[in-house]
């Protein structure tokens, strides 16, 4: 609902500040390439998870191109675990 939208919002909004402050100090120049890493891998990881791995539905759900959802993941270091035939989740 939209009542639980603002909530998420206002929560994810209260933590930003300490998240770049802590970014700052460990990371510098590097914040928001930091910070987007931290929800991204996350998000990414869940819309996987929920779709069993099937990278073009997560990509829908996500609303991306498969390839971009596909580059996301190499570049965050979530490469798909292979099974013979088919794609089974992620590797850890």
């Known amino acids: 609902t939209c ?3 603002a909530q998420l919002a ?3 909004a ?3 500040p300490t998240m770049v402050d802590q ?3 460990a990371h510098p120049r590097r914040v928001y390439r930091e910070a987007m890493a931290m929800m ?3 998000l990414l990881l869940h ?3 929920l779709t069993g791995g099937n990278q073009l539905r997560a990509a829908r759900l996500l609303g991306v191109n498969r390839n971009t959802l596909r580059k ?3 570049d965050l270091g979530l490469e798909p675990s292979r099974r ?3 794609t089974a989740g992620l590797a850890p």
């Open 3 to 5: 009542a639980r939208l």
């Open 23 to 25: 970014l700052a100090s």
């Open 10 to 12: 206002r929560v994810v």
């Open 14 to 16: 209260g933590a930003v």
């Open 72 to 74: 996301r993941c190499r």
């Open 40 to 42: 991204e891998r996350p």
């Open 84 to 86: 013979p035939g088919r």
């Open 47 to 49: 819309a996987l998870n």
